[in-house]
């Protein structure tokens, strides 16, 4: 099973999860690591995994 993932609906989640997360009282420098480090370092293995499929 191949999961595709449309860029406007990712971008959109990210989106409201960060306003969420601001909401919530996550600072702008915490919110700047989750989606810089681990998001990004995720969106790469799965981006390798779409490849070798």
Same mark, same amino acid.
């Given at each position: 099973?191949? &999961?595709?993932?449309?860029?406007?609906? &990712?971008?959109?989640v990210v989106q409201r999860q960060t306003v969420e997360l601001l909401r919530? !009282?996550?600072s702008e420098r915490?919110?700047?690591k989750l989606w810089g !480090?681990?998001?990004l370092r995720v969106l790469g293995e799965a981006q390798k995994l779409a490849t070798a499929l």
């Open positions: 099973m191949v &999961l595709r993932v449309d860029h406007r609906s &990712l971008a959109f919530r !009282g996550c915490d919110i700047a !480090g681990n998001f």
